[in-house]
């Protein structure tokens, strides 16, 4: 069975720093396009942040130039460098990967979330 686990998440003031990361569990042959989303309370699940297995990233437009997405393949894990951090930043951060598993079976898994709050 898949799993992502995240880690890092917690509370910052106004231009802080945080770093989340998603490690992925399992019988895994292959990861395609990893990322991370967010929901705010009250707000529909949003893109933030995708990698593919090239390498190539994308953003949603306000996090873009303060967010930067990584990952390390060989250990099946992304993470997520969040910098100059807003109020409007806050919100439950999920990991999502499209794995290739078991069976040749592909589907996309998501984390179990966690909290990212800013405030002063």
């Known amino acids: 069975q898949v799993q992502l686990v995240e880690f890092g998440g917690g509370s910052v003031q106004p231009g802080g720093s945080l770093r989340l990361s998603c490690a992925s569990s399992?019988?895994?042959?292959?990861?395609?396009?990893m990322g991370w989303y967010r929901q705010a309370p009250g707000k529909q699940r949003e893109l933030v942040a995708t990698?593919?297995?090239?390498?190539?990233?994308n953003y949603a437009d306000s996090v873009k130039g303060r967010f930067t997405i990584s990952r390390d393949n060989a250990k099946n894990t992304i993470i997520l460098q969040m910098n100059s951090l807003k109020p409007e930043d806050t919100a439950v951060y999920y990991c999502?990967?499209?794995?290739?598993?078991?069976?040749?079976?592909?589907?996309?898994?998501w984390g179990q979330g966690t909290q990212v709050t800013v405030s002063s």
């Open positions: 999502n990967a499209d794995i290739v598993g078991w069976g040749n079976a592909r589907s996309i898994y």
């Open positions: 990698i593919n297995s090239d390498g190539r990233t």
């Open positions: 399992g019988i895994i042959f292959s990861i395609n396009a």
